[in-house]
């Protein structure tokens, strides 16, 4: 018998759609995110991370729930939710947004899909984003319904998806622009075909419309990729440190202001919507961010593949800041992570320490992103 505790399988929890099938594919770890099972491993973290940026892996990523936005006023209140400019996306159109609440804190940094005029769906990271709209929306004057679709996304990733996709689909699906989707139907399971993805490697992301035929989504995908070495997997914490993607909960929360974690370039000041932050990120910027994100390297050699917890980071004996995430990379081999470090100090050149173990090992501030795919 394991000596590791167990997540327990209860109706509090939600499964998803592709669930049964993680189980028979073998799934070794599970997380709860946005109150449902997501697959965290298969073989190993470090084989599923092999195998994503070497062929092709498909990831529940069910959890990424998505808020659907219709209404007269859908378009305002998204304007008004995020500091980012929406007004010329496009029909068919994907936009990575932050949503920040009054201070400026971040509430998500969900993927805007933009259906039709005034019909949105925002994929979300893990927090309650639907309980802050409802009541953002029940206090202000806004037209919409608000709720949550059966919409459940699998995400497809690695240099060989674009040949999975396209024995499934066809050549089209080739030229679809990154950041944009469309609708479609594979085998007569009714979907959406997103060119984006949670790594740095070439993917796709299939919002399966259907709950009910998730299992039969999941063994079709399988079957085409069988070719292609395609296997079971889940969000890489490697791949995407390697590339520099930040994740909610980690490496930004409300704590936290777009400033902090080097995203102001989603601001924009000029909009003409209104904007529940506005008014404190431009306070912000006129006093200057307090925090900010950077690229680091620990220089050890004991170190586990993936470390859960925030490391917090020492300039001698005073506390100047916090590793939010890091890993052991395959590729680069050596141990890498995201900080964010009090901005009052000299990030330049800088080395600091963490402890591990009572033991204080040295780190060095690094450029992001370590690895840029071709």
Not at 11 to 21: E, G, L, V
Request: charged share 25%; with cysteine; aromatic share 12%.
């Amino acid at each position: 018998m394991s000596d590791k505790p167990e997540i327990s399988f209860g109706t509090r929890i939600r499964k998803s759609p592709f669930f049964d099938s993680t189980i028979k594919w073998g799934c070794k770890g599970y997380t709860v995110y946005n109150k449902m099972y997501m697959p965290t491993f298969y073989k190993s973290f470090v084989d599923d991370y092999w195998s994503l940026v070497k062929d092709v892996t498909l990831w529940d990523v069910a959890g990424e729930r998505q808020v659907e936005i219709k209404g007269k006023d859908a378009e305002r209140f998204i304007e008004f939710i995020t500091p980012r400019d929406i007004s010329k996306c496009k029909i068919g159109q994907c936009m990575y947004i932050l949503l920040t609440e009054k201070n400026g804190g971040i509430v998500n940094d969900p993927v805007l899909l933009k259906l039709d005029q005034n019909h949105f769906w925002l994929s979300i990271a893990d927090s309650d984003v639907l309980l802050w709209c409802l009541g953002i929306a029940s206090s202000k004057n806004f037209d919409i319904s608000l709720g949550e679709p059966d919409v459940s996304p699998l995400s497809l990733q690695g240099p060989k998806a674009p040949s999975v996709m396209e024995k499934l689909v066809g050549s089209w699906v080739r030229d679809l622009k990154f950041f944009n989707f469309k609708k479609f139907q594979i085998s007569d399971i009714p979907v959406y075909i997103a060119r984006s993805g949670w790594s740095g490697e070439a993917g796709y992301e299939i919002y399966l419309c259907d709950g009910k035929l998730g299992n039969e989504l999941w063994e079709i995908i399988m079957k085409a990729g069988k070719e292609f070495n395609i296997a079971p997997a889940a969000p890489s914490q490697i791949s995407r440190i390697e590339s520099g993607m930040l994740s909610y909960g980690s490496d930004m929360s409300l704590s936290e202001t777009p400033y902090d974690i080097n995203l102001e370039k989603f601001i924009d000041f000029d909009k003409k919507s209104n904007c529940l932050s506005m008014n404190h990120l431009k306070k912000i910027k006129e006093e200057g961010p307090k925090k900010r994100l950077v690229g680091i390297e620990i220089e050890t050699s004991n170190f586990d593949d993936y470390i859960a917890d925030h490391i917090i980071l020492y300039d001698n004996n005073e506390k100047i800041g916090k590793i939010t995430s890091s890993v052991y990379s395959p590729r680069l081999k050596k141990n890498i992570g995201l900080a964010i470090i009090n901005f009052s100090k000299n990030i330049t050149n800088s080395e600091y320490n963490i402890k591990i173990k009572d033991k204080f090992i040295k780190t060095k501030i690094c450029k992001l992103p370590f690895l840029r795919n071709k």
